[in-house]
């Protein structure tokens, strides 16, 4: 029998994004950890420039529930163009979260590597073994 595959092009959108959404949380921890502080507007401008996150909507609920959480505070800070801005900072409870994030994305990565190079190497081993075997 000979089957083709399809693959309809909303379905690979939505596992891109069900992957990304699973990351946004560990990216935007990182972000405000590296920076100590961080305005909502420089965290969607590098999530967007990264290509995680398109849109404001998707920012701020989840800044709330890591405020909720306890991962992180927040400060009215007085801007010199405009109203005042929340400034994020991680919380003592935020930066041990985010240090078990790495090391959960560290040993996830290694393990889809891992998983994914073997999976490419078998598949160029068989097609050296078809080669060698037709020649």
């Not at 990304?20 to 502080?37: T, V």
């Not at 989840?62 to 400034?87: A, F, H, M, V």
């Not at 290694?110 to 490419?120: E, G, P, R, Y």
Request: charged share 25%; net charge neutral.
């Amino acid at each position: 029998m000979h089957y083709q595959k399809h693959f309809n092009a909303m379905n690979i959108e939505n596992t891109q994004a069900q992957m990304r959404k699973g990351i946004l949380e560990f990216c935007i921890l990182s972000i405000i950890g590296h920076d100590e502080e961080c305005y909502a507007s420089e965290i969607l401008d590098r999530m967007k420039r990264a290509k995680l996150i398109v849109v404001e909507g998707t920012l701020y609920p989840l800044l709330t529930r890591l405020k909720n959480d306890g991962y992180l505070s927040y400060q009215w800070i007085e801007s010199k163009s405009g109203p005042p801005r929340k400034y994020y900072k991680l919380t003592g409870l935020g930066e041990k979260f985010l240090e078990e994030l790495r090391k959960t994305w560290d040993e996830l990565v290694s393990a889809v590597n891992l998983t994914t190079l073997k999976i490419q190497s078998t598949q160029s081993s068989k097609t050296s073994q078809i080669e060698s075997n037709n020649e």
